[in-house]
């Protein structure tokens, strides 16, 4: 199940339980509409309560970086998995965003909303 909501200057999306398919279609939804009309998205990811994800959605995360490597401006991902900070890392080389890990949401909100900083390292 996924959650996304509009603060201002980024995109807030929360993960739960299982990120299926539909969860990823309905964020893809949010990233086109939101880079036609705004330009390129800065998003906060969190996937603390992600339980795992299944792999259709996987390949259309894959599918989507390359198809759109220029519709996210920077990604914060919130995590502490480890698992996860590697595939955030993979991501890296599909798309033109930014993409720093963090343990800290306030870390994080402070990350995406800066304008053309260097990335800081995570905690």
């Known amino acids: 199940m996924i959650s996304i909501v509009h603060e201002t200057g980024y995109y807030h999306a929360v993960v739960f339980n299982e990120f299926t398919l539909q969860d990823f279609r309905e964020f893809e939804q949010c990233v086109t509409y939101a880079a036609k009309f705004e330009g390129p998205v800065r998003m906060l990811v969190d996937l603390r309560d992600m339980s795992g994800y ?10 989507f970086s390359k198809e759109h490597r220029q519709d996210i401006d920077r990604i914060a991902v919130l ?19 930014e993409i720093q890990v963090f343990e800290d949401k306030d870390d994080a909100v402070y990350w995406v909303l800066q304008a053309d900083s260097e990335p800081i390292k995570a905690s």
Do not use: G, I
């Not at 299944?54 to 894959?62: G, N």
């Open 79 to 97: 995590t502490s998995d480890q698992w996860v900070t590697w595939s955030a890392w993979l991501a890296r080389m599909l798309t033109d965003a």
């Open 54 to 63: 299944t792999l259709d959605a996987a390949l259309e995360d894959v599918s």
